[in-house]
């Protein structure tokens, strides 16, 4: 090689720009800020005592329904928050 000629990677370093990878970076920094200001699934679900099952209001992109009741049993109910569930107050029918 001779002494005039630049190395390839020296080259390719003084050639790219910074530009890209800095948007890379605060593309990274801003996606774990959003991380942070998300509810924890076990804040969002609640007991009803009188059914005595688990459930909670969901958004629609996941489910045709905004309400999903879990069977009894399959949910812990520590630490839940007390609630009654939109079936035991007669918001909807059980069918829906």
Known sequence: MCDDEKHIIDWILDS?????Q????????????REHKKIPLDDQIKYCKECKCCWM???RYMTNSKYIKYPKGHM???GKK????RICKGEINENS
């Open 16 to 20: 790219t720009d910074n530009s890209r």
């Open 76 to 78: 812990p109910s520590i």
């Open 82 to 85: 007390r609630e009654l569930c």
């Open 57 to 59: 209001t969901i958004t």
């Open 22 to 33: 800095k948007a890379l970076f605060s593309s990274r920094k801003k996606s774990i800020r």
